[in-house]
Nanobody, 128 residues
Framework: QVQLVESGGGVVQAGESLRLSCAAS????????MGWFRQAPGKEREFVGV????????VYTDSVKGRFTISRDNAKSTVRLQMNNLKAEDTAVYYC?????????????????????WGQGTQVTVSS
């Protein structure tokens, strides 16, 4: 059973930083692309970014480019989302998600339906 557990959310002022972590319990973490999504109240879940299974490729939504960075440590089965210069519009519940790509795949999925497993989410609140 795959389990994803996010941590690191909180309340910060605009312009500050937060780092979210996602700990995965999977037999072969290095075979999963890992994505981050967020959902603000009254809005649909939104793609934030994704990192390929070996960390060689990242893709971000335009609104976070240059401010957010995804990294992963396959030895520790952990993926992180470093969020700098936070804005009020970044306020949301943040979810990590895992997509099994196998040994051959090199995908960086950006759609929620492409992911196999989800964490429970962690709240990020940015006050202006």
């Amino acid at each position: 059973q795959v389990q994803l557990v996010e941590s690191g959310g909180g309340v910060v002022q605009a312009g500050e930083s937060l780092r979210l972590s996602c700990a995965a319990s999977v037999p072969r973490f290095d075979l999963y692309s890992m994505g981050w999504f967020r959902q603000a109240p009254g809005k649909e879940r939104e793609f934030v970014g994704v990192i390929s299974k070996w960390g060689g490729r990242t893709v971000y939504t335009d609104s976070v480019k240059g401010r957010f960075t995804i990294s992963r440590d396959n030895a520790k089965s952990t993926v992180r989302l470093q969020m700098n210069n936070l804005k009020a519009e970044d306020t949301a519940v943040y979810y990590c998600a895992a997509d099994f790509t196998g040994s051959q795949g090199m995908g960086v999925p950006t759609r929620a339906f492409q992911y196999d497993y989800w964490g429970q989410g962690t709240q990020v609140t940015v006050s202006s």
